[in-house]
């Protein structure tokens, strides 16, 4: 199973970005999957976070800026980012609590699985 991040970029303040997070294997189930950053220097922050029903939990800062969602049928996590500001800028990482998936005959549980990162540069 792997994660594989897209869709970062480089933005002006006020602008809008779509992250993806595309999970591949023979995945038959992923549990809550969420979407943290890192800004130069400091630690890995948790943005959001979407179930496998499709209920969201954001950062307060992110709250009625961001839209994170996913689609089960193609195991991939969104995240639509709108009026971003300077202080949204970092790489942004996909995580999967556990992913449940077929391992030959029978299925396997990977936990924590994190995606590279995609990198979100915001100038004011």
């Known amino acids: 199973v792997q994660l594989q991040a897209s869709g970062g970029g480089s933005v002006q303040a006020g602008g809008s970005l779509r992250l993806s997070c595309a999970a591949s294997g023979r995945i038959e189930s992923m549990e809550v999957m969420d979407w943290y950053r890192q800004a130069p220097g400091k630690e890995r922050k948790w943005v959001a976070s979407?179930?496998?029903?499709?209920?969201?939990t954001y950062l307060n800062s992110v709250k009625g800026r961001f839209t994170a969602s996913r689609d089960n049928t193609k195991n991939t996590l969104y995240l639509q980012m709108n009026s971003l500001k300077p202080e949204d800028a970092g790489n942004y990482y996909c995580?999967?609590?556990?992913?449940?998936?077929?391992?030959?005959?029978?299925?396997?549980?990977?936990?924590?699985?994190w995606g590279q990162g995609t990198l979100v540069t915001v100038s004011s």
């Open positions: 979407v179930d496998s029903g499709g209920s969201t």
């Open positions: 995580h999967v609590g556990a992913v449940t998936y077929k391992s030959g005959i029978t299925t396997a549980t990977m936990y924590n699985a």
